[in-house]
């Protein structure tokens, strides 16, 4: 069976710091290029932070570059979203994916966890 399970979230107030966690299991993670999206209460879905397979290449929304920063650690399945200098903007839930591409695209996805800015 696979899952994404996230961990981490929470309420910290502006400028505090969170890590989120995301384990995974049940599919060749190393093989994946794991992502985090977010959801803002009345907002669509905004992809956040990227981390090729391997780890070699990661990428940002403009809006985080600078603050957040993406790592995984493929011994363990998990992949991480190291969140400082936190904003009320960043308040949404926060969701694990995880996609490959081959001759047909795989997506898995978690069930989020709530990041709340607020002081």
């Known amino acids: 069976e696979v899952q994404l399970v996230e961990s981490g979230g929470g309420l910290v107030q502006p400028g505090g710091s969170l890590r989120l966690s995301c384990a995974a299991s049940g599919f060749t993670f190393g093989s994946y290029v794991m992502s985090w999206v977010r959801q803002a209460p009345g907002k669509g879905p905004e992809w956040v932070s990227a981390?090729?397979?391997?780890?070699?290449?990661?990428y940002y929304v403009d809006s985080v570059k600078g603050r957040f920063t993406i790592s995984r650690d493929d011994a363990k399945e998990t992949v991480y979203l190291q969140m400082n200098n936190l904003r009320s903007e960043d308040t949404a839930v926060y969701f694990c994916n995880a996609e490959r591409v081959d001759f047909a695209v795989t997506t898995y996805w978690g069930q989020g966890t709530q990041v709340t800015v607020s002081s």
């Open positions: 981390i090729s397979s391997g780890g070699g290449l990661t």
